[in-house]
């Protein structure tokens, strides 16, 4: 491997990692050679996921956590770094979508969502990152969407939180990036997640947004091996504040 996107003695920290997207992540890193420290809130799913890293030569340990928790984030962040030090690469791949009509969010689903999809990604990313100013060297990856900058039917909420992730990136690249620490973010299109699990029950649906790609079709979890190596490795030292749409082309349309 180039030594560019080599992970090898990195130690990186992904939120979400039950199942999906954070999962895949946490795989791919884990390949690149990073020990990878898993949490979510489902033990099993984390064990699982550590036994396919292991099983493949790779080193991974889980601290099981509910993010939606405020108060958890800053002993999160002392607890994941206790299996392989202190943490170099941070994947906030935690989220969620509620799927509500406008007449049917509420103040409390408006702000467990905003809670999950914002404000968990700069405060558990606040707690790593004075290690990694001690260390010169940090990785922030964020995860954005479609909606970022496209509307959707029944999300409004989520499309609020997804928009504010792009310009909360940027806002983290200019407090960090200056340390070391660079902070981009992923906007990936349709993959197959436990979140686009309505939209892939709709085969009619699901072809038209493969038809919607450039590519002409709808993404597979192994498309987010390369950007997610790339985005936490050497290789992308000088890229920062950036919003990367891994959408088959889907914004290009």
Request: glycine content about 10%; overall charge negative.
């Amino acid at each position: 491997m180039n030594a560019q996107f080599t992970l090898a003695g990195k130690v990186a920290l992904v939120t979400g990692a039950t199942s999906g997207i954070g999962r895949r992540q946490a795989l791919a890193l884990a390949a690149a050679g990073a020990d990878v420290v898993l949490t979510g809130r489902r033990e099993a799913q984390l064990q699982e996921a550590i036994s396919e890293i292991e099983a493949a030569g790779g080193a991974a340990a889980s601290v099981p956590a509910d993010l939606a928790d405020r108060a958890v984030l800053a002993q999160l962040a002392e607890r994941a770094a206790a299996p392989f030090g202190a943490i170099d690469i941070l994947i906030n791949a935690a989220g969620v979508n509620l799927r509500q009509a406008v007449d049917e969010i509420s103040f409390d689903s408006w702000d467990a969502t905003l809670n999950l999809n914002l404000a968990v990604p700069f405060f558990l990313a606040r707690e790593l990152v004075p290690a990694m100013q001690e260390r010169g060297w940090g990785r922030i990856l964020n995860i954005a969407s479609l909606q970022s900058s496209r509307a959707f039917p029944n999300g409004l909420a989520y499309g609020a939180s997804k928009g504010a992730i792009t310009q909360l990136t940027r806002a983290m690249a200019e407090a960090w990036s200056r340390h070391g620490i660079t902070c981009n973010a992923m906007a990936p299109g349709f993959f197959p997640t436990e979140l686009t699990a309505p939209v892939y029950e709709n085969p009619e649906l699901l072809q038209k947004l493969a038809a919607q790609t450039t590519i002409g079709r709808n993404g597979e979890l192994s498309d987010l091996d390369g950007l997610t190596v790339f985005l936490a490795s050497p290789a992308s030292n000088y890229l920062t504040g950036q919003v990367i749409y891994l959408d088959g082309g889907f914004t290009a349309k």
